[in-house]
Each structure stands twice: as structure tokens, then as C-alpha cells.
């Protein structure tokens, strides 16, 4: 059974979906600490004028130290934001009708507030079908995993019944590939090779959301 697991942030680019597409089971962790200025809330657009980054407002008092799950959306007119600004970059794309409904869907269930985590969930799981992948999804908070770094994957492996677990590119600087391989578990790195695709708006620019493909 191959695992892996990752936040889940905001419309997240291809290279996270890829990570999800070559696992049987994917981890949510959404029990660790909220990331300021991190991917938890936005991602880039690609607009006429270039890379263009949407942002979802989150409470801004003491939203330091709380847990991903706990954090909340602020209420206002972001939604609207946000879809006028897709709708001004891909409305010429040919695949807008198809993903424009969907996408606004999802953004007005959270115009008036709500979990920052369940927008992030329900957006994962409307591209996931997207891109036909079907996959088993667990949250990090169901289960008592411990340790920190490569203790926490090793013991997140155990628990799951794991027999691979792909890191993602950073996890060679901290993946103790022997206790792993000691216990039947596989490492593996993931080697991300962002693809070129039809694109609007002048020369290809890659590690946008995966909206834009």
C-alpha cells in the first residue's frame, strides 16, 4: 500500500496532485500549525498581467499557533473577487465552462464564512475528480501519530499498514531511509518534473494553481 500525506492548502499546484496520484492513500494534515503567508490560503493565477495571487481572508487575531483545521474564513466579498479574477484570466481557456460553475460552487458555500480546512477539502476532492483520480483520503486527526519529521512518517506508515510512503523532494534532507527499510517500508523521493502545457497569456510560467491546467 503505498501513503503519503501533505497539507492541504488552496487550489494546490500540480506538483502536490502528482504526489496524490502515485499513492493508494492519502493524509491530510490538517492538525499542524497554521502557516502565515504559506499556501493554507492562497496560490497564483495566471492573469494577462502575469501571475496573479488570490488570497482567501482568515481571521487575523490569534490565528497564530491555532491548528490548520481551527482556522476560519472572514467573511466579505473574496469570493466575488476571486471568481471575477478567474473568469478576467481563463474565460478565452477551453475548458472554462466546464470548471467555472464548479469552482464557483464551491467558493460561494464559503462567501459568508466557514472552516479555511473544509474549502481547502472540497476543492481537493472537485479536482481530484477532475483529473479522474479516485483516492482513499484520511485526516491526520483521526489517528494519534507521533514523533516529529521522519519518526512522525515512520509511525504514520506502522498505523496505515504502509508498505511505501513517497516524501516529497525535501524529504531526502530528513528521511531516515533505514529505520524505514528495516521495518518493510519503502522511501520514496518524489522527482517533480513540472510539465509544459497549452497556456494562456504569453510564455509558459509553471507552479501555478492547479486551476490553470
Known amino acids: 500500500m503505498i501513503l503519503t500525506a501533505h497539507q492541504v492548502g488552496y487550489m494546490p499546484w500540480a506538483g502536490f496532485f502528482d504526489k496524490v496520484a502515485r499513492a493508494d492513500v492519502f493524509v491530510c494534515f490538517e492538525d499542524v500549525q497554521y502557516e502565515k503567508r504559506g499556501w493554507n490560503n492562497r496560490n497564483y493565477i495566471k492573469s494577462h498581467d502575469g501571475p496573479l495571487l488570490l488570497t482567501v481572508p482568515v481571521e487575523s487575531q490569534n490565528h497564530l499557533g491555532k491548528k490548520l483545521r481551527d482556522v476560519e474564513i472572514v467573511q466579505g466579498n473574496w469570493e466575488r473577487k476571486h471568481m471575477r479574477s478567474i473568469e478576467f484570466a481563463y474565460k478565452k481557456a477551453p475548458y472554462f465552462d466546464q470548471h467555472f460553475a464548479g469552482v464557483g460552487a464551491i467558493l460561494d458555500l464559503y462567501a459568508d464564512g466557514g472552516k479555511l480546512i473544509d474549502l481547502n477539502m472540497d476543492l481537493l476532492r ?27 512518517v515512520l509511525d504514520m506508515c506502522r498505523k496505515l499498514r504502509a508498505t511505501k510512503y513517497i516524501f516529497g523532494g525535501e524529504g531526502e534532507g530528513y528521511a531516515e531511509k533505514e529505520g ?26 509553471s507552479h501555478m494553481s492547479i486551476l490553470d491546467l
Open 126 to 152: 472537485y479536482f481530484l475528480r477532475a483529473l479522474g483520480l479516485q483516492k482513499q483520503i484520511v485526516m491526520a486527526s483521526d489517528y494519534k501519530f507521533t514523533g516529529a519529521k521522519s519518526e512522525l
Open 180 to 205: 524505514f527499510r528495516r521495518e518493510g517500508i519503502e522511501p520514496i523521493f518524489q522527482k517533480y518534473e513540472h510539465p509544459e502545457y497549452s497556456q494562456l497569456h504569453g510564455r509558459f510560467i
